[in-house]
């Protein structure tokens, strides 16, 4: 089964820390694709990142970094120097299980929030 | 500019009553999708559609129900068969690949008292 686990229900730092969300994830495909998103207080989910299972490599945009890892199945996002704009509830997904069905769907973890205090 | 544009973004409603969210897309996605979102759950699936005229079941599509009568458009209708209807609501888009991300409205919060 295909499961996405983020075990961090509330995350609280000072501006300025450095802060990482874990993600781990569950499933049987050799190929699979892993999400995440930002949901500010405003609702809307919106897309930082995608990565396939083939791609390693870590991947840096700003003071937003990403480490994959499929030896054990983690897909972490680190905040430098967090910011209180930072602040919001962030979620990792999982693409749907391979086959003759490719909907598109995602499977999201729980969610971290994150507070960034001034 | 597109996107998706989800109405109204507060709704309430008395019990027993059915209700229907708006979800409207103009960026020419062929698949669409319904989540509900709860503190501590994360977002599960309601229905997706991939095409238009048809639409399959998600992880938790009991007492809600859905139309794709047209590409950009897929309403949600809350039965008064949902148990637990007070929710946050988010519509979202793709292009309906396993690689694609989605794009997401804003979300609708229904209340039902």
């Known amino acids: 089964a295909q499961k996405v686990t983020q075990a961090q229900t509330e995350i609280s730092v000072v501006e300025k820390e450095d802060v990482t969300l874990d993600c781990v994830y569950e499933?049987?495909?050799?190929?699979?694709?892993l999400f995440w998103y930002k949901q500010p207080p405003s609702g809307e989910l919106v897309f930082l990142i995608r990565?396939?299972?083939?791609?390693?490599q870590n991947e840096i945009s700003g003071r937003y970094s990403w480490n994959f890892q499929k030896s054990t199945s983690s897909f972490n996002f680190t905040i430098t120097a967090s910011q209180v704009v930072d602040s919001a509830v962030y979620f990792c997904?999982?693409?749907?299980?391979?086959?003759?069905?490719?909907?598109?769907?995602?499977?999201f973890g729980q969610g971290t929030t994150l507070q960034v205090k001034p | 500019d597109g996107g998706i544009t989800q109405s109204p973004k507060y709704l309430f409603r008395k019990e027993g009553q059915n209700v229907t969210l708006s979800c409207e897309q103009n960026?020419?996605?062929?698949?669409m999708y319904w989540y509900r979102q709860d503190p501590g759950q994360g977002l599960r699936l309601i229905y997706y559609s991939q095409i238009v005229n048809d639409f399959q079941k998600g992880d938790i599509a009991e007492g809600y129900s859905v139309s794709r009568e047209k590409k950009e458009s897929f309403p949600l209708t809350v039965t008064s068969a949902q148990k637990n209807p007070t929710a946050f609501y988010l519509c979202a888009s793709s292009m309906g690949r396993r690689n694609s991300p989605l794009h997401f409205g804003n979300g609708t919060r229904l209340t039902v008292t």
């Open positions: 990565r396939n299972s083939f791609d390693e």
């Open positions: 960026l020419n996605h062929d698949a």
């Open positions: 499933t049987r495909d050799t190929t699979y694709y």
């Open positions: 997904a999982l693409s749907e299980a391979g086959g003759s069905s490719n909907t598109g769907k995602l499977i």
